[in-house]
């Protein structure tokens, strides 16, 4: 079975233009599927801008003269991305490692939650909400997303967490959807230092996270 050693691990530095980075995401993924290239967990930032999933409602976008606005497609809705938000792009083979896009999404979920309580964020999943929860100053609030497609039972797309973006830019779309929660960040959680500390987490956590995908933990 492969193992977190098998898979690439990358973290671009700067901010990486959306089109560039679903282009690269198309080409790995075709590479992948001919085992002309290893699996890949991408970590970048992008400059701000709004993405549109499968299910958007042009509805909910309010300003789109506000920030450049891309198809994805990727499932789910409107999505902020911009500088000080955390986005990982995933490239895993499902032929490999289960073909459950339940299992997937329910793993990197957990993963997410572990990660956040690594550097001491207590995160959770929300019955019928897709996402990561926390709590900020006593009610619910997001810091995290998740929007995926798979190809052929290959993965792409991924998730992003709210290190210390602008949270005011969120208020152009309603985010993923959910019109009576609000978002929140780690710095708004006072945690420090919190790219550094996020990444070193999620790397540590990566083995448990494709132990649960291959269904060898079912505590997740």
Request: charged fraction near 25%.
């Amino acid at each position: 079975m492969a193992s977190a050693s098998d898979i690439e691990w990358r973290e671009s530095p700067g901010l990486t233009p959306y089109p560039e980075a679903l282009a690269e995401m198309e080409r790995r993924v075709e590479a992948v599927q001919q085992g002309e290239a290893p699996e890949l967990v991408w970590l970048l930032e992008h400059p701000p801008l709004y993405t549109a999933g499968t299910s958007a409602d042009p509805a909910e976008l309010f300003n789109p003269q506000s920030f450049p606005v891309y198809e994805a497609g990727r499932g789910g809705r409107y999505t902020y991305h911009g500088p000080g938000q955390r986005v990982g792009y995933l490239m895993l083979d499902l032929n490999r490692r289960g073909k459950d896009v339940r299992r997937f999404v329910h793993s990197l979920e957990g993963w997410l939650i572990d990660t956040l309580g690594e550097i001491g964020v207590e995160a959770w999943r929300a019955p019928g909400r897709i996402g990561i929860w926390t709590d900020r100053q006593g009610a619910e609030a997001k810091i995290g997303a998740i929007g995926v497609r798979v190809r052929r039972w290959v993965t792409m797309h991924g998730f992003s967490v709210n290190i210390d973006p602008e949270l005011s830019h969120f208020s152009g779309i309603v985010p993923c959807g959910l019109a009576d929660y609000p978002v929140t960040s780690l710095a708004e959680l006072g945690v420090s230092d919190g790219q550094k500390r996020f990444d070193t987490a999620l790397r540590q956590g990566l083995s448990q996270f494709l132990a649960r995908l291959q269904g060898e933990d079912e505590e997740a």
